[in-house]
């Protein structure tokens, strides 16, 4: 990979977009040759690299998968706004002999948000890639298109939010640390072995939560008995009544 960030740097990319890009794929633990294709798809755009030039120097395989998406994106470009969504879908999934060009595609987006945010591209992320993203079951993605379109769409509420968060991280920690403790202990009495993490919800999906609430009320829903309570009753959805776990 270091090899890979190093050549392109002869094209002009900048060292921080050359890492972000890899980082957010390397989040997903995508393979090396998608990655690539992340990296080369930026070129492209910019016409900082021929696709001749970036299979000579990356290989076929990568420069396929970005000259795929850029091709996606251009078509999908041209189609009405309400037929926006569908044409995406379409094409990505009859294009997506190979899963990763969904990827790239994806990973593409969450990158122009970060280098080149406006409103058009967040409202597409909001309305078009991220619900693709929610159906094919690609959470990670999803999040991050998420997370990147609420701060550009919402700069105000996403600053507020934010600062309210942060102030309140140690005990938003303490609360998912004392609720996988607790359903550890649940399950355990239950004789169920089972490993448990968790993590704070995003600044985005607490946005949605709240609505016309303020954090203060959103917080008292989601408090460490009824988190338990939620997920054991889930839990107890695929167990026999014998083995059901005790509240």
């Known amino acids: 990979m270091l090899e890979i960030l190093e050549r392109i740097e002869a094209f002009g990319v900048q ?15 995508a393979d090396c040759e998608t990655i690539t294709a992340a990296i ?3 070129c492209l755009k910019k016409k900082a690299i021929s696709k001749a030039e970036a299979e000579e120097k990356f290989g076929a395989k990568a420069a396929e998968l970005a000259e795929t998406v850029l091709k996606t994106e251009s078509i999908q470009k041209k189609a009405g706004t309400e037929k926006k969504e569908e044409a995406l879908r379409k094409i990505l999934l009859s294009m997506s002999q190979d899963l990763r060009v969904i990827i790239v595609a994806f990973a593409g987006k969450i990158i122009e948000l970060k280098e080149n945010p406006s409103s058009e591209s967040a409202k597409e992320a909001e309305e078009i890639y991220s619900p693709l993203a929610h159906k094919l079951g690609m959470s990670r993605l999803k999040n991050l298109m998420d997370e990147e379109a609420f701060k ?38 239950a004789n169920i072995e089972a490993e448990i993490t968790g993590r704070a919800k995003q600044l ?19 408090s460490e008995d009824q988190m338990v309570e939620k997920y054991i009753n889930l839990y107890n959805k695929f167990l026999p009544d014998e083995r059901r776990i005790q509240k």
């Open 15 to 29: 060292e921080r977009e050359k890492i972000s890009k890899a980082l957010e794929l390397a989040a997903i633990r």
């Open 40 to 42: 080369i798809l930026q």
């Open 152 to 189: 550009i769409l919402e700069p105000e509420k996403y600053a507020e939010l934010s600062k309210t968060i942060e102030e309140k991280r140690e005990e938003r920690e303490k609360q998912v640390e004392i609720v996988k403790k607790t359903l550890k202990e649940k399950l355990k009495q």
């Open 204 to 222: 985005h999906s607490i946005w949605k939560k709240m609505g016309e609430k303020g954090y203060k009320q959103v917080k008292e829903e989601f």
